[in-house]
């Protein structure tokens, strides 16, 4: 009984002082032969079928027509569990109540008061824009962010491991960017794009039109249908086709990851600070200093429109910046 | 009009099936986008332009785009296009 527990105590003490076995000690023992595969095995000492037992029987069954059944059954359950999936999505889809119904429990006060009130009480003339950048900007935001944190996120776990690499290799030249580029892995869209000049004059046609039509959704959010998020999705397509038709290079010029960080950043607060002070005078009652101007006018809807501008930079960027760290791992 | 939204309807059913059922995933990717376009056009139909507009920006754009860049990375793209040079 003593030995075991001074052996044990040993072990104990081994162990927290670090002196067990190691893995670089540890001497692995040498493989056994393959088994045999079971037609080549040696037979058992039952060779005629009526002598073998029950259960051998069984076994010499399940060898031969085992998997087959297997799959049968594998697939009859996975398309007895749709089927059943199906029929409880298909009973509640009927339970719903109708399709624009005026007594659905979705018209209720609040939409009255969207559509008589939100005109004038939010100075845009597009209720949606006025309705998720005033009303419940507070979503806005969360989406702005919750962007934000996955684009930093994949930034931070996609850009680390090259640039640690980088820096492994070659301590002198990660400072430059010209070389930091050059040891980018080949990409094949160089090899695809080489001499690809009708993709180069499709792009430069249209790549002003596309980042016009994102700028007018963008600015144009409080008018007319549109508003940041969908502007500043339309405004990275522009930004992916140039990267595809030019190269990452031409974008990187104007836009690097250290601008993608100042102006996501710098947008994220602007919208946090103005519509923190908005919340704190609507609620408090206090007077508040920003303008509704007319409604129909480009400068009306009080903070819709900086709030616009703050989403569609944000989002132009998140989008384009997970392109960028995808095919190429870095923005 | 009614035809017309019938039409897209089914078209988008359609979509839908071939999508799960196709075996080329590059085939796959393209029939997406064309049903999220037709959802852009059922949108504005639905007199719901702001969504219209952007099913049309991310759906059609955005989210193909990063699902041909998923295809290049795992290598579908460059295996077809093997397949068809044999």
């Known amino acids: 009984m003593n030995e075991e ?98 007594k659905n429990p979705a018209n209720n006060e609040v939409i009255r008061r969207y559509v008589e009130h939100g005109g004038h009480e939010t100075g845009a003339q597009n209720i949606v824009a006025g309705l998720i950048l005033d009303y419940r900007a507070f979503d806005t935001f969360g989406e702005s962010a919750v962007l934000f944190t996955a684009a930093v996120s994949v930034l931070m776990i996609l850009g680390v491991s090259r640039r640690n690499n980088i820096e492994e290799s070659s301590p002198d030249l990660n400072e430059s960017g010209q070389n930091f580029l050059e040891r980018a892995p080949p990409v ?96 408090n009652h206090f007077h508040s200093i920003i303008p509704k101007g007319t409604i129909g006018n480009i400068l009306s809807g009080g903070l819709i429109l900086p709030l616009n501008i703050c989403v569609g930079l944000i989002v132009a960027g998140t989008l384009y910046g997970f392109y960028a760290l995808f095919s190429r791992g870095d923005i | 009009m009614i035809l017309v939204e019938w039409l897209l309807l089914i078209f988008l059913i359609v979509c839908a099936i071939a999508v799960s059922i196709s075996k080329n995933l590059l085939n796959s990717v393209i029939i997406f986008m064309s049903y999220s376009l037709v959802m852009a056009v059922i949108w504005v139909l639905l007199r719901s332009p702001d969504l219209a507009i952007t099913e049309a920006a991310v759906g059609a754009g955005v989210t193909s785009v990063l699902f041909f860049l998923a295809l290049r990375k795992i290598g579908k793209l460059e295996h077809n296009k093997d397949d068809e040079n044999n």
């Not at chain 1, 059943?84 to 624009?100: K, R």
């Not at chain 1, 000049?197 to 499709?202: C, K």
């Open chain 1, 5 to 102: 527990i001074k052996l044990i105590w040993q072990k104990f003490f081994n162990w927290v002082s670090g002196n067990g076995p190691r893995p670089e000690n540890e001497v692995i023992p040498p493989e056994p032969p393959p088994d045999l595969p079971f037609t080549q095995k040696p037979k058992d000492k039952y060779t005629r079928f009526h002598e073998a037992t029950l259960k051998e029987r069984y076994n010499q069954w399940l060898e031969i027509h085992g998997l087959h059944i297997f799959s049968l059954i594998y697939s009859g359950l996975s398309v007895l569990t749709c089927i059943v999936i199906v029929c409880l999505l298909l009973a509640t889809v009927a339970e719903l109540p109708p399709f624009g119904d005026e």
């Open chain 1, 188 to 283: 094949n869209f160089h090899e695809i794009r080489q001499d690809d000049s009708i993709l180069r004059a499709v792009a430069s046609l249209s790549i002003p039109a596309i980042l016009l039509m994102g700028c007018v959704v963008v600015i144009n959010g409080h008018l007319t249908p549109g508003g940041g998020f969908s502007g500043g999705a339309i405004l990275s397509t522009a930004l992916i086709l140039c990267a595809n038709a030019f190269g990452f290079e031409r974008v990187h010029k104007f836009f690097n990851e250290r601008t993608f960080i100042i102006s996501s950043s710098t947008a994220l607060m602007i919208y946090a600070l103005s519509k923190g002070y908005s919340f704190f005078t609507g609620a």
